[in-house]
């Protein structure tokens, strides 16, 4: 059975730093592509990044130079490092894996985490 757990949102302020985790269990971590999504009340899942199996990253505009995706095969592991936090951040942020990047960055992977809260306050 594959199980993605996120851990490590909560309640920062504008600005503030935050690293996201996903664990990973049940699936060939090191042959999946890796990616996390984030869903605001009201709006759509969207893409925040990705990472293939091999460490090609992809980032949404509104993230990039601030956020960072990273994985540990090892441990069976994607981070997601948050830093200069803006409110508009504030979502529900889920992991996402599938064997094709490209349907990581489609939205149309095999499977989802149940997600962790990040807000921002300003």
């Known amino acids: 059975q594959v199980r993605l757990v996120e851990s490590g949102g909560g309640l920062v302020q504008t600005g503030d730093s935050l690293r996201l985790s996903c664990a990973a269990s049940g699936l060939p971590f090191s042959i999946y592509a890796m990616g996390w999504y984030r869903q605001a009340p009201g709006n759509r899942r969207e893409l925040v990044a990705a990472?293939?199996?091999?460490?090609?990253?992809n980032y949404a505009d509104s993230v990039k130079g601030r956020f960072t995706i990273s994985r540990d095969n090892a441990k069976n592991f994607v981070y997601l490092q948050m830093s200069s936090l803006k409110p508009e951040d504030t979502a529900l942020y889920y992991c996402?894996?599938?064997?094709?990047?490209?349907?990581?960055?489609?939205?149309?992977?095999?499977?989802w985490g149940q997600g962790t809260q990040v807000t921002v306050s300003s």
């Open positions: 990472i293939s199996n091999g460490g090609t990253t």
């Open positions: 996402a894996a599938d064997r094709s990047r490209l349907d990581i960055l489609g939205g149309r992977t095999d499977y």
